[in-house]
T-cell receptor
Framework: GQQVMQIPQYQHVQEGEDFTTYCNSS?????IQWYKQRPGGHPVFLIQ?????EVKKQKRLTFQFGEAKKNSSLHITATQTTDVGTYFC????????????FGKGITLSVRP | DTGVSQNPRHKITKRGQNVTFRCDPI?????LYWYRQTLGQGPEFLTY????????KSRLLSDRFSAERPKGSFSTLEIQRTEQGDSAMYLC??????????FGQGTRLTVV
């Protein structure tokens, strides 16, 4: 079936290390969105990518949309303890106006 | 507060009872989603509306679950004859078409 996949599900890093995670869709996406959920909180929108190969930065976070619009990456430079949480990617898998399908997320822990 | 509002925040119910949750979306948003989230998992799609029309319902959802959005504004999610496996966080989100989703803080259901 149509899926948005994020592997692995957990990653532990030392504070100051860089971190990269990937998201893969079984179908081409018109856009991809990233969300962050802090422990005990709800998902909060971070960014949306629309164009093939698009790169967007938010401070230490860099998001990229793949050329084929089926995958995306999130890179965090010099992780901090405030980066702790679960990062989800999501996209409309059956055309631009279809529902958002979420990946299972990657939970990042940062050792101080 | 102009965000997405969900009530109640917590619900404890006995197995076999019916429960109803309410979601008030951001007023100008025409899309409204219901997701279910269990510990360590991503938001699992349940159903979504565009205005008052229910566009899709997850095939994983049993007939015990029903949702309405009668005037295209607030929505309710009802679970009949609750089971212990229904225990989860129920998240509501709203958006414009093809735009980012804004989540409420969720309703945590515990079935005892």
């Amino acid at each position: 079936g149509q899926q948005v996949m994020q592997i692995p599900q957990y990653q532990h890093v030392q504070e100051g290390e860089d971190f990269t995670t990937y998201c893969n869709s079984s179908t081409t996406l018109s856009n991809i969105q990233w969300y962050k959920q802090r422990p005990g909180g709800h998902p909060v929108f971070l960014i949306q990518l629309v164009k093939s190969g698009e790169v967007k930065k938010q401070k230490r976070l860099t998001f990229q949309f793949g050329e084929a619009k089926k995958n995306s990456s999130l890179h965090i430079t010099a992780t901090q303890t405030t980066d702790v949480g679960t990062y989800f990617c999501a996209g409309p898998q059956r055309g631009a106006n279809s529902k958002l399908t979420f990946g299972k997320g990657i939970t990042l822990s940062v050792r101080p | 507060d102009t965000g997405v509002s969900q009530n109640p925040r917590h619900k404890i119910t006995k197995r076999g009872q019916n429960v109803t949750f309410r979601c008030d979306p951001i007023s100008e948003h025409n899309r409204l989603y219901w997701y279910r989230q269990t510990l360590g998992q991503g938001p699992e799609f349940l159903t979504y509306f565009q205005n008052e029309a229910q566009l899709e319902k997850s095939r994983l959802l049993s007939d015990r679950f029903s949702a309405e959005r009668p005037k295209g504004s607030f929505s309710t999610l009802e679970i009949q004859r609750t089971e212990q496996g229904d225990s989860a966080m129920y998240l509501c989100a709203s958006s414009l078409v093809n735009s980012e989703a804004f989540f409420g803080q969720g309703t945590r259901l515990t079935v005892v």
